[in-house]
Structure formats: structure tokens, C-alpha cells
């Protein structure tokens, strides 16, 4: 089975941290992503990884990096935490052939306070 | 740009109903469509993938329908069960190389 693994299921930090979320796949997939999911907005698609080292603006990539120097490994960064950030943060990765989908991690649940 | 929709955003049925979950697209010009499941404060759980090419997908209780001409897809839920309660989402991968982009999807609550 396809594993997705985000490094936390909750997390709490002050604003203007910066704060890491890391999130690793087990099936060599090259696509990875990070959306954030929040009530009646929905998800919302905040960076798109094609491979290593390659990266694509979602919809809102404002307050957000990423990271990606391994294939396995895909992580989100808040360079100054901010309240607007609190939410529910999920990644997935995908075969880009489609032909079995995309795979979603168990979730983040940051809190910046 | 690609819209998807999802009616209704909440639906409470009796255990042992039959129920349909409707999903809507903007632009037919689809790669593939993917139904998720996901439960309170948890990830999502692919259940069915349908290829744009297919018109349906069955796994046990679920089918999966797909109108590529009409810009719509159905998921069925058959004999529905109080452990079917759980968020259903609607995902649309408009090309190849593009992101899934979801429907807000419908809460389902099913009553014992």
C-alpha cells in the first residue's frame, strides 16, 4: 500500500515562527503536493512539486515555500507563522501516468497563536 | 478555469438507503475524475478513480459514474451504512500535469 506520512498530526506555534512541515512517500511517486483545507473554503492547493528540485505556485502560495531535494520527501514552510495560517494542512503525491490516483497523508492540524 | 460543485453539502439518510452523491465540473476536458473519502479531523481516502475515457468504476457497495459531455459524475452508495457517515469529495485532474481540483464536497450522515 502507498504510504504518505506527514511528520505531525497536531502542531501549535507563536506567530511569526517559522515552521516546518515534512511529508514522506513511500512509492517513488515523482508529483507531490501540500493543500490546506478549511471550513466552507474548501481545499485549496498551495504548492505542486513535478519532481525534485521542481516546483509550481498553487492557488495561494502567499506566506508559504517548499522544499523538495529528495523524491521522497516534500516539505512546506511558513517563513513567519501568522493566525490567518491556522488550518488543516494535507499532502499527497501521485504517479503522474494516473492511473491509480493520488494518495493523501493523515493530516496537519496547525494552530498559530 | 475549472470549477467543481458538489450538491447537496449535507445529506442524512436511514440506514439500509440507497443514495446518490452528485458532483459537477465547468470544463469536460478532463484527464480523470477521483472520489475521496474523509472522516472528521482525518486525511482522505481515495475510493474510486475513473479514467476520462471511462463512463464508471465499482468497488463493493460504491459505483462511480462519469458524464464527460455533461460535466458531471455520480457516486452511488448502496445499502448505506451508519459507517459510511464521512465527508465525500469530488476531485477533477484537468490534465496530465496539472493538480486535482476539489468540490467541497457532501457530508453524509447515515442513522441506525
Known amino acids: 500500500d502507498v504510504k504518505v506520512t506527514q511528520s505531525s498530526r497536531y502542531l501549535v506555534k507563536r506567530t511569526g515562527e517559522k515552521v516546518f512541515l515534512e511529508c514522506v512517500q513511500d512509492?517513488?511517486?515523482?508529483?507531490m503536493f501540500w493543500y490546506r483545507q478549511d471550513p466552507g473554503l474548501g481545499l485549496r492547493l498551495i504548492y505542486f512539486?513535478?519532481?525534485?528540485?521542481?516546483?509550481e505556485k498553487g492557488d495561494i502560495p502567499e506566506g508559504y515555500s517548499v522544499s523538495r531535494e529528495k523524491k521522497e520527501r516534500f516539505s512546506l514552510i511558513l517563513e513567519s507563522a501568522s493566525t490567518n495560517q491556522t488550518s488543516m494542512y494535507l499532502c499527497?503525491?501521485?504517479?503522474?501516468?494516473?492511473?491509480?490516483?493520488?494518495?493523501f497523508g493523515q493530516g496537519t492540524r496547525l494552530t498559530v497563536v | 478555469k475549472q470549477e467543481v460543485t458538489q450538491i447537496p453539502a449535507a445529506l442524512s439518510v436511514p440506514e439500509g438507503e440507497n443514495l446518490v452523491l452528485n458532483c459537477s465540473f465547468t470544463?469536460?476536458?478532463?484527464?480523470?475524475l477521483q472520489w475521496f473519502r474523509q472522516d472528521p479531523g482525518k486525511g482522505l481516502t481515495s475510493l474510486l478513480l475513473i479514467q476520462s475515457s471511462q463512463r464508471e468504476q465499482t468497488s463493493g457497495r460504491l459505483n462511480a459514474s462519469l458524464d464527460k459531455s455533461s460535466g458531471r459524475s455520480t457516486l452511488y452508495i448502496a445499502a448505506s451504512q451508519p459507517g459510511d457517515s464521512a465527508t465525500y469529495l469530488c476531485a477533477v485532474r484537468p490534465q496530465a500535469g496539472t493538480a486535482l481540483i476539489f468540490g467541497k464536497g457532501t457530508t453524509l450522515s447515515v442513522s441506525s
Open positions: 499527497a503525491s501521485r504517479d503522474p501516468g494516473g492511473s491509480v490516483g493520488a494518495f
Open positions: 512509492m517513488d511517486h515523482e508529483n
Open positions: 512539486s513535478y519532481d525534485v528540485k521542481m516546483k
Open positions: 470544463d469536460s476536458a478532463i484527464y480523470n
